[in-house]
């Protein structure tokens, strides 16, 4: 993998790969930022099942051996977004800080992560579980729903899929 700065947006925002040592902040900010979105909405199983998923041991093991990717969006030295890749060409999770948001840094982010899957990876498309909040984002994006909504332990999510 590739680990260059990006390229900056308007207001000095680049994107890079995460390094070791950045797993535990991108996972406070994702978790700080679901839970003054998503989290709002989701039931208490629900919220409990994705703070299980974002602390699991597993999937901190699989970062730390290359096999879930983790990019960041930057603005001055400060972490404001966060997106993963897992299996291959599933994006896990995208989120951007609560006071960063409606600036294009997610879509910059799936963007630079899709270029990355079709150019480096050699991927044909890229899939989601949308949070159902997230689903008009992700039509906006060029995803297409592959099935209807469904109840994964109480975490509400719409299939989706982007050809690249």
């Known amino acids: 993998m590739d680990h260059e700065q990006g390229v900056s947006l308007p207001g000095e925002i680049t994107f890079r790969w995460a390094s ?3 797993w535990q902040p991108a996972m406070s900010l994702v978790w700080k930022s679901f839970m003054a ?5 989701y039931t208490p199983e629900g919220v409990r099942h994705f703070f299980e998923f974002i602390t699991d041991d597993d ?3 699989a970062f730390l ?3 879930y990717q983790v990019m960041l969006a930057m603005e001055g030295g400060q972490m404001v977004g966060v997106g993963t890749l897992r299996s291959g060409n599933r994006l896990s999770l995208l989120f951007v800080e609560e006071g960063h948001q409606n600036r294009g840094i997610g879509r910059a982010l799936l963007d630079r992560l899709c270029a990355y899957l079709r150019e480096e990876a050699g991927e044909r498309s ?3 579980t949308a949070a159902p909040a997230a689903v008009n ?3 906006k994006c060029g995803f297409l729903a592959t099935s209807a909504q469904q109840d994964h332990a109480g975490i ?3 299939p989706m899929e982007r050809r690249l």
């Open 156 to 158: 509400l999510v719409v």
């Open 37 to 41: 979105s998503e989290g709002k909405e």
């Open 20 to 22: 070791r040592e950045e």
């Open 59 to 61: 999937i901190h093991t």
């Open 65 to 67: 051996n290359g096999g």
């Open 137 to 139: 984002f992700y039509r």
């Open 126 to 128: 890229i899939t989601v």
